[in-house]
């Protein structure tokens, strides 16, 4: 199994870009969920989608963040206008809904200048 | 609402020494107990996890936990760390089938 994947793993961009990131999941997980870790606010929920549903979006910071699900295999987060208070690492993770074990991808690493 | 303390922001050990990361949590509610590794530059990695059951749970690479209902606690335990297991090592509750609450990570950083 491929494992969690996702693209780009680094991303370096100037204040006022649009800034997609890119997740495929697991294959047979229904479940998928985007984190972003910084040093000031640990690892956060921005987003949780089960079977293509955004389901609790709570944690999106703000309308500047979106994130799509068009179909089991693939997921989307941009921020359009990027800032530089986004740079972070942003993880995707899965999994079978109702089961609690969550698999984490290897992470993008935004910097926005 | 759930929330996860890790009361050890860095961990400095000697190789083949025992380790142990505390973590504290809080629930009014029945909890899952999971503790993740994060390597260098790398995802997070399921090091072991409580659902129910034995109290005593062991995980990947010689770890285990104890789930402590009284003290609600799940302290992380290692009896002979090597040099690769030097990462971030994060506790995380969970009170539903989704949502994990982390806490602040504990950095291990094992010395020969």
């Known amino acids: 199994d491929a494992g969690v994947i996702q693209s780009p793993r680094h991303e370096v961009t100037e204040m006022g870009q649009e800034v997609t990131l890119r997740c495929k999941p697991i294959?047979?997980?229904?479940?998928l969920f985007w984190y972003r870790q910084t040093m000031m606010r640990g690892l956060e929920l921005l987003i949780y989608f089960n079977n293509n549903v955004p389901i609790d979006d709570s944690g999106m910071p703000e309308d500047r963040f979106s994130a799509k699900m068009p179909n089991a295999s693939f997921s989307t987060l941009k921020i359009q206008p990027s800032e530089p208070r986004d740079s972070a690492v942003y993880f995707c993770?899965?999994?079978?809904?109702?089961?609690?074990?969550?698999?984490f991808g290897p992470g993008t690493r935004l910097l926005v200048l | 609402a759930q929330s996860v303390t890790q009361l050890d922001s860095q961990v400095p050990v000697f190789e083949e020494a025992p380790v142990e990361l505390r973590c504290n949590y809080s629930s009014s509610v029945s909890v899952y107990l999971f503790w993740y590794v994060q390597y260098p530059n790398q995802g997070l990695q399921l090091l072991l996890k409580y659902l129910s059951g034995s109290t005593l749970v062991k995980g990947i690479n010689g770890f285990e936990a104890e789930f402590n209902k009284s003290q609600t606690s799940f302290h992380l335990r290692k009896p002979s760390v090597h040099i690769s297991d030097t990462a971030e090592y994060f506790c995380a509750v969970s009170d539903s089938d989704y949502k994990l609450s982390f806490g602040a990570g504990t950095t291990v950083t094992v010395r020969a």
């Open positions: 993770a899965s999994s079978f809904a109702g089961q609690e074990t969550q698999y």
């Open positions: 294959s047979g997980h229904n479940s």
